[in-house]
């Protein structure tokens, strides 16, 4: 198969919510069908509209959600080289502009936007297959967009991966260059963008409203050599050591690690705090 937008597409949503299936050998009667199964009819009519394109047949819109079609040949073509069950699909190798549409298709189908007021902001897909988890772990690495180690849990023994994308800076790129074609999904991501930027810091510029702030969002400020910071945004921690520059409180930002996506992290030298806490109260 030569990929091109609408088979990279196609193959998204057939690895996502879709089947290519026949029936037994020792049946007489064979039947040969692909189809997508999903709730929004704007996907269900991109994925026909997609198909039609690039096979030159139109599959047909069920009210029972889903859009299928009979073809044997078309079956043959895309079992050729991959399978579409649940645990045994595979990404395609693809160029970078057919790469976004179908990871576009396939978020459209297994993820959903976590959005909790000044609690969690983020893009979570999940599903059964590990390996093929990986594969689109690292295709979001294309586009510049990290991603969170990938998280198990068991759901009545059934083993389930999931994927995050955490922090505004990744969301955008997501937002940018992947995106969704799910309304309700492309209005929510779109919310949990805005709603990062609300989170910003006023960091008091006196002596004694700075000790308050520090006491206030500071982690191990009586323990440790470090005082900790968390923002998901980084502009927040940039304007935090630029004013404790001012007092001589030395401190350093690191960037998210690989287990912890959603925030930056600022560490200030607990022994110049104290030095500068212990002159204010002179």
Known sequence: MKFDKNLAS????????GYVVKNGNNINHK??????????????????????NYFGLEPHIYRLERCQIGN?????????NFSYYSYQWRMPKLSKDNLKYWLRAFFDCDSWVELRNNSTRSIRLECVNLNGLKQIKKALLIFDINSSSIK????????????NICGVDNMKKFNNYIGYLHQNKKILLKKAIKNCYYNKWVIPKNKKDLILFIKRKGRNIYTGKH???????K????????????????????KPNKNNLKYYILKANINDYNNFSKLYKR
């Open 152 to 163: 198990t849990r068991n759901r009545k023994n059934i083993l389930i991966y999931r994927l």
């Open 10 to 17: 196609i193959h998204g949503y057939l690895c996502g919510d």
């Open 227 to 233: 005082i900790t910071f968390l923002s998901i945004r």
């Open 31 to 52: 039947y040969y069908r692909i189809g997508f199964r999903n709730t929004n009819n704007v996907l269900l009519e991109d994925f026909q509209k997609r198909f039609k």
């Open 72 to 80: 044997k040949k078309i079956y043959f073509t895309l079992t050729k």
């Open 235 to 254: 502009y927040n921690l940039i304007n935090l050591k630029n004013t404790l520059n001012v007092y001589n409180i030395k401190s350093f930002i690191e």
